[in-house]
């Protein structure tokens, strides 16, 4: 029944194109994320610099300048590795959703075929005999008198 492909390739397609946009969402979230993270980071380890620079002007040694600029310069690499690696982690993750998506695909095109496939058979079976279907309809159709009927 191609309006049953249609309607199946559809969803599938739905199904997919929502699991990508989620799939970019949660690695933009991620990739934002550890971005601040990264950032505050630095930005802590700016301020403890400058609080070490502080001490040793008030007690007049270079050498705490010295190891505070040191790890302030630690504090940036480690930041910009943690920002890329954040980057790394949200293109995996889009790889990911694509992966899943492909599989979406492959997946619904299969029960779409298999569903037309029991939805022929069933047509053939009501062609060759029509009386089950006809006594089964008799049979749905006083069963719902049953439940939904007036009661005294």
């Not at 705490?64 to 982690?89: C, F, K």
């Not at 959703?97 to 053939?124: C, F, K, N, P």
Request: charged letters at 25%; glycine letters at 10%; aromatic letters at 6%.
């Amino acid at each position: 029944m191609p309006w049953l492909d249609r309607l199946n390739d559809r969803n599938a397609r739905k199904i997919a194109h929502l699991l990508g946009n989620r799939a970019a969402e949660a690695g933009q979230l991620a990739q934002d994320r550890l971005q601040d993270f990264a950032r505050d980071a630095g930005a802590l380890a700016g301020r403890t610099a400058n609080d070490f620079a502080d001490y040793g002007r008030q007690h007049g040694a270079n050498l705490l300048r010295e190891q505070a600029r040191h790890y302030a310069g630690v504090a940036q690499d480690q930041a910009h590795d943690i920002g890329s690696r954040a980057r790394r982690y949200a293109h995996a993750a889009g790889e990911v959703a694509g992966d899943l998506v492909d599989h979406g695909r492959r997946e619904g095109a299969m029960i779409a075929d298999a569903a037309a496939t029991q939805a022929t058979r069933a047509a053939r079976a009501v062609r060759a005999d029509p009386v089950p279907v006809i006594v089964g309809a008799i049979g749905l159709a006083l069963f719902a008198n049953l439940l939904f009927g007036r009661r005294r």
